[in-house]
């Protein structure tokens, strides 16, 4: 058997990587139209940062793991294709803003339509909207010329979270593959059930139909981010009453219907999935007319772009209403622990909220370059998610630098703002921090990860995210 992958990013590239870990008997190859990306796959400098990847890469690497941008070679050869591509937010035409931008799965459709030559099963890994695989279907019949071809859609959407994906593909909750219901289809399910039974226990390989696979995908991200905003707006409460969020989290965590998981506040939830997602999910419910249910989930999102609007405004509201031309250390630019990705990171906002009240951020990330960080600050809404994507916004960066030390970006800072909860920052020196700051020197916790009690003595002013306020803040805070 082999399999290919179309599209070797942060899901087809460690996916198919533990595929073959696991099944060393198939060859699997992932394919990229991005010769940069495949190039580095290929070397020990792998284009995403992922804790332990690069060891299950270097084992099945050469062995029966391949990666190659020639796409049309393996796509022919494969029994099984795996499609992951980029499913981005339209920025433009009907849907604009919400929609999900299917170019990039229709032109892998269309590949792989015109160098079938032999029956094929294609599986969504990519997220997609609900009834996907009925389009994809009909672009891969349609654009066949081999009559005897025969297409099985399958939809087997990924659950890994980055900075934990070798520990979520190894142990996953569950595994899902969604079919057609027919022997064919049926069939199909089996015979990617099994690629995963090599190491997964039979239980965790859920079945459904098609469409319960497509939209549990959607909902689960859903549901997830539900939670963040629930306690991020818990936490606006909190700091209006004096009430602690972490404690009122680990109170309703313990009950085993709610769950301790997934409920701390923070500056915002970014990733490349939720808010695109949620939005996806929002635009399909308004396409079959169910409005109500569209603007109950806008709400998960709205309320996270508040939570990052309310971090800004705290910050310049506690710094005497006026940011103009100071330095605020930012902490972290990834947009969580343990990943260097970037994409839809509340720091984006964060830094453009700050920088245009005519502060000068000074960023420090242990695993994000200073390209990436450029190309971020200036790149327009929802454009990242496309390969090669444009910049417009440059003037952004007249008032970023970018620190590949954090004591040297706290150097003359007013503030600091902590944005990614890396665990490197709980371990430094604020005493000596502290002392190279302007005074009085604040800190901005974005994800409460600090020692507050500590700082306070140190002589920094803290404001913790759904904290009770220190009095300093109170007072100046308007
Ligand atoms: N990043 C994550 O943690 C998760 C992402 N997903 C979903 O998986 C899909 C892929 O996401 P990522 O891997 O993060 O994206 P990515 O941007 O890292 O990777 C997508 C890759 O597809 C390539 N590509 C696009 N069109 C192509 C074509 N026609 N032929 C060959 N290669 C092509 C791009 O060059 C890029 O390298 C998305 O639908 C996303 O929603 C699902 C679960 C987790
Ligand atoms: O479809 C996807 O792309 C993936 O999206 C998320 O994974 P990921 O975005 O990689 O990371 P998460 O751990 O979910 O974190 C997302 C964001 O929420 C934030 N977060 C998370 C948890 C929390 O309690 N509070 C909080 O603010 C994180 O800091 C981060 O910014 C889901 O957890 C995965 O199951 C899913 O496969």
Same mark, same amino acid.
């Given at each position: ?11 087809g590239?460690?996916t198919m990587?533990m595929?073959?870990l ?6 699997v190859?992932?394919?990229?139209i991005n ?13 995403i940062?992922?804790?332990g ?10 062995r ?9 070679k ?5 029994d ?7 499913t ?6 009907i849907?604009a803003?919400?929609a999900a @931008?299917?170019?990039?799965?229709? %032109? =892998?459709?269309r590949?792989?339509a015109s160098? *079938? ?5 294609? /599986? ?5 909207p609900?009834?996907?695989a009925?389009a ?7 654009n066949c ?12 959407p ?14 996953? @909750?569950?595994?899902?593959i969604? %079919? =057609?219901?027919?022997p064919?289809?049926q069939? *199909? ?5 099994? /690629?995963y039974a090599?190491w997964?226990p ?11 696979a497509?939209?549990?995908k959607l909902?689960?991200?859903?549901f ?19 009430a602690?969020v972490?404690?009122v ?5 313990t009950d085993?219907?709610i769950g ?5 506040a923070? /500056?915002?939830f ?7 997602d949620?939005?996806?999910?929002c635009?399909v419910?308004?396409?079959?007319g169910?409005k109500?249910?569209?603007d109950y ?11 990052k609007q309310r ?5 310049i509201g506690a710094m005497f209403?006026?940011?103009s031309?100071?330095?605020?250390a ?10 260097g990705?970037?994409r839809?990171?509340?720091?984006i906002d964060?830094?453009k ?7 000068k ?5 242990p695993?994000?370059?200073?390209e ?8 327009p ?8 994507y444009s ?5 952004m960066l007249?008032n970023?630098q970018v620190?590949?030390?954090?004591a040297a970006?706290?150097?003359g ?18 005493a000596?921090l502290?002392?190279k ?7 901005f916790?974005?994800r409460n ?10 002589g920094f002013?803290?404001?913790a995210?759904?904290?009770p ?10």
């Open positions: 058997m082999k399999i290919a992958c179309i599209g070797a990013g942060y899901v590239g460690p990587a595929v073959a696991k099944c060393p008997e198939i060859e190859v992932v394919v990229d010769e940069e990306r495949i190039k580095a796959w290929n070397s020990d400098k792998l284009p940062y992922e804790p990847l690069l060891e299950v890469v270097q084992e099945a690497r050469g029966n793991l391949f990666f190659s941008t020639d796409t049309k393996h796509v022919g050869e494969a099984i294709i795996f499609v992951s591509v980029n981005p937010t339209k920025t433009h035409g849907g803003g919400k @931008d299917l170019t990039y799965w229709e %032109g =892998a459709a590949l792989i160098v *079938a030559t032999s029956s094929k099963i294609v /599986v969504e890994k990519s997220t997609v609900v009834k996907t009925e994809i279907g009909k672009v891969l019949r349609r010329q081999d009559p005897n071809v025969n297409f099985e859609i399958l939809s087997n990924e659950f890994l979270a980055e900075g934990t994906a070798i520990e979520d593909l190894q142990h996953p @909750d569950r595994v899902l969604g %079919g =057609a219901d027919t064919s289809g069939k *199909a399910i089996q015979t990617l059930a099994e /690629v090599h997964i039979r239980e965790r390989i859920l079945t459904a139909n098609l469409w319960s497509e939209l549990a909902t689960a991200n859903a997830l981010a539900q939670r963040i905003s629930s306690i991020n707006a818990i936490s606006a409460l909190c700091e209006a009453t004096g602690d972490s404690q989290a680990h109170a309703i965590g085993s219907r301790g998981k997934f409920l701390n923070s /500056v915002g970014g990733g490349s999935c939720f808010q695109k949620i939005l996806n999910l635009y419910c308004e396409t079959v169910l109500e249910v569209a989930w806008y709400q998960v999102v709205s309320m996270n772009d508040y939570q971090f800004v405004e705290r910050v209403n006026t940011v031309q100071k330095k605020i930012i902490y972290g630019f990834a947009f969580k622990k343990d990943t990705d970037t839809e990171t509340p720091a964060v830094c909220g700050l920088i245009r009240d005519g502060a951020c000074c960023i420090y990330d695993e994000v370059t200073p990436q960080i450029f190309r971020d600050l200036s790149a809404k929802f454009e990242w998610d496309r390969p090669n910049r417009s916004q440059s003037h007249e970023v620190q590949s030390d954090p970006a706290a150097d800072a007013h503030a600091i703002c902590v944005l990614t909860e890396w665990d490197e920052f709980k371990k430094y020196d604020f000596a502290y002392e700051m302007v005074k009085p020197a604040f800190i916790d974005g990860i600090l020692d507050h009690a500590k700082l306070r003595d140190i002013i803290v404001y995210l759904g904290k306020l220190d009095q300093f803040l109170q007072k100046n805070y308007s």
